[in-house]
């Protein structure tokens, strides 16, 4: 079994911002793209800005990056099987001799895949001070603290 990579676009905001989504507490908040992939800094966990906690960075993925990657993932399956189906039916086909075996097959159809861009929203901007990342966040009266999503600490 083969391992197969696909790559999926997220156009951010008007400032380069994307949304990610917490774990635990199922808010969402936005990360700039050009910090978050920086390879120069490479980083293996967030933290949530609303509630602190801490986990993979994949784990954060917005629900909509999920059925992303879902729907490529099935897309590319059904092509495969597509293929092998076609090979088959082509050779059943050209069978010759006593027994001669006849194979239709209705290709599988796709799902649609759409294209993921961030919409400009009334988010606050925070820059942290130890580290020097953004976040952008709902920025209510009530909240009284922002966490850095990439060092964790209270900004």
Same mark, same amino acid.
């Given at each position: 079994?083969?391992?197969?990579?696909?790559?999926?676009?997220? /156009?951010? $905001?008007? +400032?380069?911002?994307?949304?990610?989504? &917490? #774990? %635990? !507490?199922?808010?969402?908040?936005?990360?700039?793209?050009?910090?978050? /992939?920086? $390879?120069? +800094?490479?980083?293996?966990?967030?933290? &949530? #800005? %609303? !509630?602190?906690?801490?986990?993979?960075?994949?784990?954060?993925?917005?629900?909509?990056?999920? +059925?992303?990657?879902?729907?490529?993932?099935?897309? %590319?399956?059904?092509?495969?099987?597509?293929?092998?189906?076609?090979?088959?039916?082509?050779?059943?086909?050209?069978?010759?001799?006593?027994?001669?075996?006849?194979?239709?097959?209705?290709?599988?159809?796709?799902?649609?895949?759409?294209?993921?861009?961030?919409?400009?929203?009334?988010?606050?901007?925070?820059?942290?001070?130890?580290?020097?990342?953004?976040?952008?966040?709902?920025?209510?009266?009530?909240?009284?603290?922002?966490?850095?999503?990439?060092?964790?600490?209270?900004?």
């Amino acid at each position: 079994m083969s391992t197969e990579n696909f790559t999926i676009s997220i /156009q951010g $905001d008007s +400032e380069g911002y994307v949304t990610f989504e &917490c #774990p %635990y !507490c199922n808010s969402e908040f936005k990360l700039q793209a050009g910090e978050y /992939q920086n $390879d120069d +800094e490479p980083f293996e966990e967030l933290f &949530c #800005p %609303y !509630c602190g906690l801490a986990k993979e960075k994949n784990e954060f993925l917005s629900a909509e990056v999920i +059925e992303q990657a879902q729907a490529i993932a099935y897309n %590319y399956m059904v092509e495969e099987l597509n293929k092998t189906f076609k090979k088959m039916q082509r050779l059943l086909n050209r069978s010759k001799g006593l027994i001669k075996i006849k194979m239709d097959y209705k290709p599988l159809k796709k799902v649609a895949t759409k294209e993921l861009k961030d919409k400009d929203t009334t988010e606050t901007e925070f820059k942290c001070s130890c580290c020097g990342r953004r976040v952008k966040v709902l920025y209510c009266a009530g909240a009284a603290k922002v966490f850095c999503p990439y060092c964790g600490v209270d900004i």
